[in-house]
Nanobody, 115 residues
Framework: QVQLVESGGGLVQAGGSLSLSCVAS????????MGWYRQAPGKQRDSVAV???????NYADSVKGRFTISRDNAKNTVYLRMNSLKPEDTAIYYC?????????WGQGTQVTVSS
């Protein structure tokens, strides 16, 4: 059974930093990419940062220069370092694993940035 377990969310003041982690297990298909998505109340779920294949990365314009995605293949973990956080970053952050089969999602971790 596939599990993506996120951790690291919390409450932080604007300008602060948080680091999210996602530990994946049970993946049985070749992986295209892993990434972080977020969904704020009343909004759709949008891509934040994705790391693909050999390690190239893609970021949403809104987080470029502030967030960094990375992964540790030995630990089967993907990370998101979030710096210079803004109130508009407040959302539930979801870990995603895109495979050549199904796509998988974590249950999300709440990030709240106060002004």
């Amino acid at each position: 059974q596939v599990q993506l377990v996120e951790s690291g969310g919390g409450l932080v003041q604007a300008g602060g930093s948080l680091s999210l982690s996602c530990v994946a297990s049970g993946i049985k298909f070749p992986i295209k990419s892993m990434g972080w998505y977020r969904q704020a109340p009343g909004k759709q779920r949008d891509s934040v940062a994705v790391i693909v294949s050999g390690g190239s990365t893609n970021y949403a314009d809104s987080v470029k220069g502030r967030f960094t995605i990375s992964r540790d293949n030995a630990k089967n973990t993907v990370y998101l370092r979030m710096n210079s956080l803004k109130p508009e970053d407040t959302a539930i952050y979801y870990c995603n694993c895109a495979t050549w089969g199904p796509d998988y999602w974590g249950q999300g971790t709440q990030v709240t940035v106060s002004s």
